[in-house]
Structures are given as structure tokens and as C-alpha cells.
């Protein structure tokens, strides 16, 4: 199958500041990317729609001016938590769509905000 | 609103067994439903995708019956191994949208 890596795949900051969270397709273009959002012993919840060269389309609830969205290119979306708080602490994954319409996953960056 | 009800919660079963999960949904705009396989700690892998046109797909051990009369699919894994023993997630959306998830079922297989 296809592969999808996020980097970092383990981040600690301090409450308040920002982090950066990359996603790449690395064997496919994908013009659409998802940024989903996983707490402990819970499913998936889609935060946003990446779409590359437009604005990324939020969720219900999720505020776009904490959670910035960028898919600058074929093959990179990045999403970046601005002034972290604690309860912005979860594991965030990304999946990027192929060409066939399948979605492919991440492995994930745990995000722990102290 | 859970679009995608997913069963059981949890399931144990042993070795060589037949693990069996079921998810239902109801929009009708769905045409794409995938199962992913998830370990601690890391993210879902896709193991199996069915499209409403047939209504069984094989792949391995891992086969998805689908009924779209009943708006109904599920996941059946052949002689279980403990290294099947993980998270399980059905999805489901329009094709090449987001993912609708189901709450997951853990699965445990016992020696």
C-alpha cells in the first residue's frame, strides 16, 4: 500500500506556544489530505479537509485560527497548533487520498502540551 | 450523530477462531467502506475496502461482507492469530471524502 509519514511522531511544549505537524505522501500525489484528531480509547474525528493550493475546510467546533492548516504541495500538508494548551494534548494523524480514492493513514504525532 | 455504528465493543477470541465485527450505517450517499486496523500507539492501516458493486471481498484471512439492502457490512477474520489482537475501525463515505469511523472494537486473541 501506499505510505504516509508524519513528523514529529512524539512532541512535548510548553503551554502557550506553537508546533508544527507534517504530513507527506511519499509514493503518491495526493491532492486531498485529512487531519484527524484521537484520544486515548476513542476514534478518529475529523478536524479538517486539506486541499492542496485552497484553504482547508474545517469541521464543526474546530477553531481554524488554532489549528492552521497549509497544503503548500502535492505531497505535504502541515498542520500547526498555535498557543497550545493542555487539553490540546491528544494524537493527531493524518491520511492522504490517492489517486484511486483510497486513504491512507499516518502513523501519528502524540502531541503533550505541559 | 454517529454515522457509522460499529459492533461489538470488544471481542475475545481464541486462537484459530473466527473474529467477526459488525458496522451498520445509513446514508445512502455512502460508497466506500473500509476497515483499518490499529495498534497502540500508531496510526490506522488499511486492511480491506469493499464498493457497494460486489458484496464480498477476500484478502488473505480478512474478508468484508457487505449488504446494501440493509445497509449493513462487516469484518471477518479466519483462524485468528494473537497478532490480530488489536483495534478495529470501519469507515465509510462518499467515495474520496472523509472518513466516517465507528467507535472501534478491540479485539483480543487468546492463545
Known amino acids: 500500500g501506499a505510505v504516509v509519514s508524519q513528523h514529529p ?33 476513542q476514534s478518529l474525528m475529523l478536524m479538517a479537509t486539506s486541499n492542496e493550493g485552497s484553504k482547508a475546510t474545517y469541521e464543526q467546533g474546530v477553531e ?21 494548551h493542555p487539553e490540546d494534548s491528544s494524537f493527531y494523524i493524518c491520511s492522504a487520498r490517492d489517486p484511486a480514492r483510497e486513504q491512507y493513514f499516518g502513523p501519528g504525532t502524540r502531541l503533550t502540551v505541559t | ?34 476497515w483499518y486496523q490499529q495498534f497502540p500507539g500508531k496510526g490506522p492501516a488499511l486492511l480491506i ?24 457490512f462487516s469484518l471477518h477474520i479466519m483462524d485468528s492469530q494473537p497478532g490480530d489482537s ?7 463515505s462518499p467515495s474520496g471524502y472523509a472518513l466516517n469511523f465507528g467507535k472501534g472494537t478491540s479485539l483480543l486473541v487468546t492463545p
Not at chain 1, 503551554?15 to 484520544?39: H, N, P
Not at chain 2, 484471512?61 to 449488504?67: E, V
Open chain 1, 64 to 84: 481554524k485560527d488554532k489549528f492552521l492548516i497549509n497544503h503548500a504541495s502535492l505531497t505535504l500538508s502541515t498542520l500547526t497548533v498555535t498557543s497550545a
Open chain 2, 49 to 72: 475496502a469493499i464498493r457497494p458493486d460486489v458484496s464480498e471481498k477476500k484478502e488473505g484471512r480478512f474478508t468484508i461482507s457487505f449488504n446494501k439492502s440493509a445497509k449493513q
Open chain 2, 86 to 92: 488489536a483495534t478495529y475501525f470501519c469507515a465509510a
Open chain 1, 9 to 41: 511522531s512524539w512532541v512535548i511544549c510548553k503551554s502557550g506556544t506553537s508546533v508544527k505537524i507534517e504530513c507527506r505522501s511519499l509514493d503518491f500525489q495526493a491532492t486531498t489530505m485529512f487531519w484527524y484528531r484521537q484520544f486515548p480509547k
Open chain 2, 1 to 34: 450523530q454517529q454515522q457509522v455504528k460499529q459492533s461489538p465493543q470488544s471481542l475475545i477470541v481464541q486462537k484459530g477462531g473466527i473474529s467477526i465485527i459488525n458496522c451498520a450505517y445509513e446514508n445512502t450517499a455512502f460508497d466506500y467502506f473500509p
